[in-house]
């Protein structure tokens, strides 16, 4: 049974850091691109951050880059997205998916391209 399960949100001043974890069962996770998403009531779901299978290729949607980082552990079977410097407009609860294609060198920021969501974890920035 492919799961997802992510965590590491919580509350966090501007300017501070959270580690996000998607963390895999099922499936080997390497093998499928994973993408981080986030969402605020009344708006579209928004791509953060994306790695394709194998670390080939990664993404971020301008507003965070040089500021989170997506990443592996393939031991562990998780994909992480390391946030600092957060913005009170980075809060939002974050999604981690995968998408069904095996081996894909590409990764995409659309909610389109993927099949799997966990559950969703909230992040908070507020002083």
């Known amino acids: 049974q492919v799961q997802l399960v992510a965590s590491g949100g919580g509350f966090v001043q501007p300017g501070g850091s959270l580690r996000l974890s998607c963390a895999a069962s099922g499936f080997t996770l390497d093998n499928f691109a994973v993408g981080w998403f986030r969402q605020v009531p009344g708006k579209e779901r928004e791509g953060v951050s994306c790695i394709s299978s194998r670390d080939v290729m990664t993404d971020h949607v301008d507003s965070v880059k040089g500021r989170f980082t997506i990443s592996r552990d393939n031991a562990k079977n998780t994909v992480y997205l390391q946030m600092n410097s957060l913005k009170p407009e980075d809060a939002a609860v974050y999604y981690c998916?995968?998408?069904?294609?095996?081996?894909?060198?590409?990764?995409?920021?659309?909610?389109?391209?993927?099949?799997?969501w966990g559950q969703g974890t909230q992040v908070t920035v507020s002083s």
């Open positions: 998916a995968t998408g069904s294609a095996y081996g894909t060198i590409t990764c995409s920021m659309s909610f389109y391209e993927y099949e799997y």
